[in-house]
């Protein structure tokens, strides 16, 4: 088993999951707080939120609060045969992207948007699968960023940087 690095301060994660198609989606959050307690990130608060198109003003107001060191998004976005849902995923990830950039708070995505999903159970178990696999990576993804932002902002407080 590989043992993490310790963060100096504790970090808390919102952890921000769409429940549209929520049995994948909740894979997501599964694997991640699984992931997540093996890389010392211990706190970690859920919010559930209709769909995906609404994750990015959560994550802005749950950044605004200062109370977070990072912020998940999950959801699954599929075509519903209404609209192109490939405008609604590229909508959700710049805007989450617009959030991290103006808060500095980090905010990582597992917000997916697969090319063909019939609601199978093939299909279901596939993606199941896949957003366990997402989770972890979301997990190791927030726990390194956290640990290189602890870094630089010790390096700026220091004056090295």
Do not use: N
């Not at 209709?50 to 994550?59: C, K, T």
């Not at 726990?143 to 004056?159: D, M, N």
Request: charged fraction near 25%.
């Amino acid at each position: 088993m590989t043992e993490h690095p310790r963060f100096a301060k504790p970090q808390r994660v919102a952890f921000v999951q769409a429940c549209w198609h929520r049995d994948v989606v909740e894979e997501a959050r599964i694997a991640f707080v699984r992931e997540a307690e093996a890389r010392h990130l211990t706190h970690v608060d859920v919010f559930e939120v209709p769909g995906s198109f609404e994750i990015p003003l959560h994550a802005q107001v749950l950044a605004k609060t200062r109370r977070y060191t990072a912020i998940v998004a999950a959801g699954l976005v599929v075509d519903g045969g209404i609209y192109r849902h490939e405008f609604v995923a590229d909508t959700v990830i710049k805007a989450l992207m617009d959030v991290q950039l103006r808060t500095e708070v980090p905010v990582f995505s597992a917000v997916l948007t697969p090319q063909q999903f019939h609601e199978t159970e093939v299909h279901y178990d596939f993606f199941r699968r896949h957003f366990t696999i997402k989770g972890i990576e979301v997990a190791a993804a927030c726990a390194e960023t956290l640990h290189g932002l602890e870094r630089l902002r010790g390096q700026v407080a220091a004056g090295i940087v």
